[in-house]
């Protein structure tokens, strides 16, 4: 069956850093993938996605890149701020839309 | 703002007591779902609707039942609540169109069950 795998947290950083989160997944077909995030408090927010082989999506200076050889959607920025500490969330959608278990970020002044 | 409310948005209750929560959205849509999101687990799927008395199971939903009366509101009854049940729970909708496989969620109930 379809399944997401990512990477465990939590994961420090300090501002400025280079962030990766990999996310991997298994999936018959070709399925969409996107990454959700969570601040705080709140409900899941689109963060990014991307609907086929090599698509690249972008938004507030994160991005990730659909590899269908490596079944990866890795999620990437390349300097981060104290504001970008959250849960972040692979999924993959088919017939229904699956997540992996969440990697908390935390990101230090 | 994809228009999604959810009710009440923190809930202490008793072990054996009945507890129903609600979402409510203003966009029309036809897809919504439930969810629990648990330290280590994610987001589980507890049941979904695909329209007004439409309803099915998802991978926890023992425990649990739903009702969709009339498209924006689609509520989750815990008939008899027990401490496993303690959790945040989301609802979300499916989007349309070009947002077709996306989902859009509510801010969340959480709930503690004594």
């Known amino acids: 069956g379809n399944s997401v795998t990512q990477m465990e947290g939590p994961v420090t950083l300090s501002e400025e850093a280079f962030l990766t989160i990999n996310c991997t997944y298994t999936a018959t077909g070709y399925p969409s993938l996107f990454w959700y995030v969570q601040y705080p408090g709140e409900g899941l927010q689109l963060l990014l996605k991307a609907t086929k082989a090599d698509d690249k999506g972008s938004n507030k200076g994160f991005e990730a890149t659909y590899r269908k050889e490596t079944t990866s959607f890795h999620l990437e920025k390349g300097s981060v701020q104290v504001s970008d500490s959250a849960v972040y969330f692979c999924?993959?959608?088919?017939?229904?839309?699956?997540f992996g278990s969440g990697t908390r970020l935390s990101i230090r002044p | 703002d994809a228009g999604i409310t959810q009710s009440p948005r923190h809930k202490v209750t008793e072990t054996g007591t009945p507890v129903t929560l609600r979402c409510h959205q203003t966009?029309?849509?036809?897809?919504m779902y439930w969810y629990r999101q648990d330290p280590g687990h994610g987001l589980r799927l507890i049941h979904y609707?695909?329209?007004?008395?439409?309803?099915d199971k998802g991978e926890v939903s023992d425990g649990y039942s739903v009702s969709r009366s009339k498209t924006e509101d689609f509520l989750l009854t815990l008939e008899s609540a027990t401490s496993s049940q303690t959790s945040v729970y989301f609802c979300?909708?499916?989007?349309?169109?070009?947002?077709?496989?996306?989902?859009?969620f509510g801010p969340g109930t959480r709930l503690t069950v004594l």
């Open positions: 999924a993959l959608s088919a017939s229904k839309i699956i």
């Open positions: 609707s695909y329209g007004v008395k439409d309803t």
């Open positions: 979300a909708i499916r989007g349309t169109d070009d947002n077709r496989n996306e989902q859009f």
């Open positions: 966009e029309n849509h036809r897809y």
